[in-house]
């Protein structure tokens, strides 16, 4: 189960923080993924985490602005910086369950198996 907080109202610029709190039962390794959709587009996936803290992909259209992160708490981490009016969306947060720790994570979104109820982010002035 995941269930996300965090989002709302902000100005370009501004910097918002989304968290993806992660139940699990019997899954030893989990990677995360956070995807947007905006209204009359398709669901992009803007960044990932693995199974191990380390491994982290950002897409190119947020890359230096967004970053993904995981605690050892089961709690996952999406920080957005310096916000565009673009960046207005819903974001998901998923989790990808894994046989053994893995070496990458992926920014698709048919790769993942449970998927959070989703937080609007709105950037406008």
């Known amino acids: 189960q995941l269930v996300e907080s965090g989002g709302g109202l902000v100005q370009p610029g501004a910097s918002l923080s989304l968290s993806c709190a992660v139940t699990r039962s019997h899954v030893d390794y989990y990677g995360i993924g956070w995807f947007r959709q905006a209204p009359g587009k398709e669901r992009e996936g803007v960044a990932c985490?693995?199974?191990?803290?380390?491994?982290r992909i950002a897409a190119d259209s947020v890359k230096g602005r967004f970053a993904a992160s995981k605690d050892s708490a089961d709690t996952a981490i999406l920080q957005l910086n310096d916000l565009k009016a673009e960046d207005t969306a819903v974001y998901y947060c998923?989790?990808?369950?894994?046989?053994?720790?893995?070496?990458?994570?992926?920014?698709?979104?048919?790769?993942?198996?449970?998927w959070g109820q989703g937080s609007q982010v709105t950037v406008a002035s």
């Open positions: 985490t693995g199974t191990s803290i380390g491994i």
């Open positions: 998923a989790a990808r369950v894994y046989d053994s720790p893995g070496l990458t994570c992926s920014l698709n979104d048919y790769d993942y198996d449970y």
